[in-house]
């Protein structure tokens, strides 16, 4: 099983010879293995990791609950999870330089926001004329049908959502450290937590 629960510690430049590569530098504390589920017993087969303890006020809302990483049995089309059992121990060795994972995690939260920001609106004009409104949204309705069109973009909150990059290939592994350097950006803030994924290897590139 290729999954481990870690913390965004921010990103760094690594130099290898004359390549240097932009990495995120997570920590990967021992995730303890909390709940096994089995195909036989409970129809899916899952495994329920949890990391250490931190500070509630600290953890938003949403990640206050142990993460699952779920698998079914083979007819299914997904690989079943085995010979894991409860209260084994998880750490970063399981990765290893070259693979490919998945990081989810919840976004930075930049508050209530206008349409320049938050949708990349370009603004009116600044030219002669104009007073405090480059940065409005214009018209946001028409004629027909006479309301707000569902779904237009307009200002509201933004960010602190759950979000989930794909294919970042692990750089580094420092199991002393419980550390790994993933090639690339990852959601949230320094500090905050992440869910890593395994997904296997890379086939050719880089």
Same mark, same amino acid.
């Given at each position: 099983?290729?999954?481990?629960?870690?913390?965004?510690?921010?990103?760094?430049t690594l130099h290898? *010879?004359?390549?240097?590569?932009?990495?995120?530098?997570?920590?990967?504390?021992?995730?303890?293995v909390s709940l096994?589920?089995?195909?036989?017993?409970?129809?899916?087969?899952?495994?329920?990791?949890?990391?250490?303890?931190?500070?509630?006020?600290?953890?938003?809302?949403?990640?206050?609950?142990?993460?699952?990483?779920?698998?079914?049995?083979?007819?299914?089309?997904?690989?079943?999870?085995?010979?894991? #059992?409860?209260?084994?121990?998880?750490?970063?060795?399981?990765?290893?330089?070259?693979?490919?994972?998945?990081?989810?995690?919840?976004?930075?939260?930049?508050?209530?926001?206008?349409?320049?920001?938050?949708?990349?609106?370009? *603004?009116?004009?600044?030219?002669? *004329?104009?007073?405090?409104?480059?940065? #409005?949204?214009?018209?946001?309705?028409?004629?027909?049908?006479?309301?707000?069109?569902?779904?237009?973009?307009?200002?509201?909150?933004?960010?602190?959502?759950?979000?989930?990059?794909?294919?970042?290939?692990?750089?580094?592994?420092?199991?002393?450290?419980?550390?790994?350097?993933?090639r690339g950006a990852?959601?949230?803030?320094?500090? *905050?937590?992440?869910?890593?994924?395994?997904?296997?290897?890379?086939?050719?590139?880089?």
């Open positions: 099983m290729k999954f481990l629960i870690g913390k965004k510690l921010g990103m760094t290898d *010879g004359p390549v240097s590569e932009n990495v995120t530098l997570i920590s990967c504390a021992e995730n303890k096994v589920r089995t195909v036989e017993r409970d129809g899916y087969a899952a495994v329920q990791v949890e990391a250490p303890k931190t500070a509630r006020k600290t953890v938003k809302k949403e990640f206050r609950r142990p993460f699952t990483a779920k698998g079914k049995d083979e007819s299914a089309g997904t690989v079943a999870i085995e010979g894991v #059992k409860e209260g084994d121990v998880v750490n970063v060795s399981v990765f290893e330089a070259g693979d490919i994972v998945d990081i989810f995690g919840v976004t930075k939260a930049k508050g209530f926001q206008g349409v320049v920001k938050r949708h990349g609106f370009a *603004g009116a004009p600044a030219s002669h *004329g104009r007073k405090h409104d480059m940065r #409005k949204p214009g018209s946001i309705g028409a004629t027909f049908p006479e309301h707000v069109v569902k779904g237009r973009r307009m200002a509201g909150r933004m960010g602190g959502e759950h979000f989930t990059i794909e294919n970042l290939r692990v750089v580094l592994v420092d199991a002393e450290k419980n550390l790994i350097a993933v990852v959601p949230g803030i320094n500090g *905050g937590i992440v869910g890593v994924r395994g997904m296997g290897k890379k086939v050719g590139g880089k």
